[in-house]
């Protein structure tokens, strides 16, 4: 059966820090596992979230002083990368639904009220974009993250589970 | 993702519910018990909660209701009973805890009224938030006396628990 894989901010970025110089074993890793996602047949979403995270994160790794092989020119090889396959279609930009920052927001709240967890902002967004596009697919589907707070969500919620796995990238 | 959730153990009902929505294309999660009702809650983002008072799972109806309205305070919740006396139920909507009360009247009734709900929640789920509304509603329930609540609940649940006996 065919995969389905959502694809967040994060693993966007290891993918576009493994590629350059002598990136670490995280982001080699990182750049490893995504590469095989997109040379495979699963199908591969993300959403404008993750866009405008990617485009924010290398900027401030370019403007980061400390490692200088991340500079413009990998700025704009990353950004054609990403979205050289949203233009051929590999990658499938899925909306936003509606509500998805207020039904974020109780999400957060569930995490560390119930569980003293932290649930982030921008993942909560994440983990509601990829509910919706399983529901919307009528399936379960995959999150391919490098953040650790996403496996400890549906670990401590397993009910989530129904909808959505957790992939770690890196 | 789902524009309407009914929570109610009495099966017949949640069918009968259900195949009249199917039939009219609406969307409509149903759970049975309170657990699963609170799992299709947070993962299917449901913008209308429809539950029993007493609930398989649940000990008292009014504080799950509130912990509902408090992950997502703008949410509307029809709280539906055949048990709990009129009077009581007035109480509850007059302190705002649920934006509807229905007494489990005649089948036909209690039907065609919620599926007016789930209709109006089907035609607002595309709807982006209404951010002015969620404030207030905020607002509101910050300024509920959880003491009362409390009370309430206490006296709903041992009236329903004196019928049992």
């Not at chain 1, 998805?100 to 974009?129: Q, S």
């Amino acid at each position: 059966m065919t995969r389905h894989i959502y694809l967040d901010t994060c693993a966007w970025m290891r993918f576009a820090e493994g590629r350059v110089g002598k990136p670490d074993a995280r982001n080699r890793q990182g750049r490893s596992v995504v590469e095989n996602l997109i040379t495979g047949d699963s199908v591969l979403a993300t959403c404008e979230v993750a866009l405008i995270e990617f485009h924010d994160s290398l900027g401030r790794r370019v403007r980061s002083t400390s490692d200088r092989q991340f500079d413009e020119a990998w700025f704009e090889d990353s950004t054609k990368e990403l979205m050289s396959l949203v233009a051929v279609r590999r990658l499938e930009v899925v909306p936003v639904p509606p509500k998805a920052v207020e039904n974020a927001m109780a999400l957060m709240t569930i995490a560390h009220r119930d569980e003293g967890i932290a649930f982030h902002a921008w993942d909560a967004v994440h983990l509601i974009v990829a509910l919706a596009w399983g529901v919307a697919l009528g399936r379960q589907v995959e999150v391919a993250t490098c953040d650790t707070d996403f496996p400890r969500f549906v670990e401590a919620f397993p009910h989530f589970k129904s909808y959505v796995t957790i992939l770690m990238v890196a | 993702m789902a524009s309407a959730l009914l929570i109610d153990d009495d099966r017949e009902l949640v069918e009968t519910i259900r195949s009249n929505a199917a039939e009219e294309g609406l969307d409509l999660d149903v759970a049975t018990s309170w657990d699963e009702g609170l799992a299709l809650f947070q993962t299917r983002a449901p913008d209308l909660v429809i539950a029993d008072y007493r609930l398989p799972g649940s000990r008292h109806g009014l504080r799950l209701l509130l912990a509902v309205k408090q992950l997502r305070p703008a949410i509307r919740v029809v709280l539906i009973s055949g048990e709990v006396n009129p009077e009581e139920l007035a109480k509850v909507e007059e302190l705002g805890i649920v934006d509807r009360v229905m007494s489990k009247g005649s089948a036909i009734e209690t039907m065609e009224s919620l599926l007016d709900e789930i209709k109006d929640a089907n035609s607002k789920h595309l709807q982006p938030t209404d951010w002015p509304q969620v404030a207030q509603s905020l607002v509101e329930r910050l300024k509920l006396d959880q003491k009362k609540v409390d009370e309430l609940d206490d006296r709903m649940k041992a009236n329903v628990d004196k019928k049992d006996r």
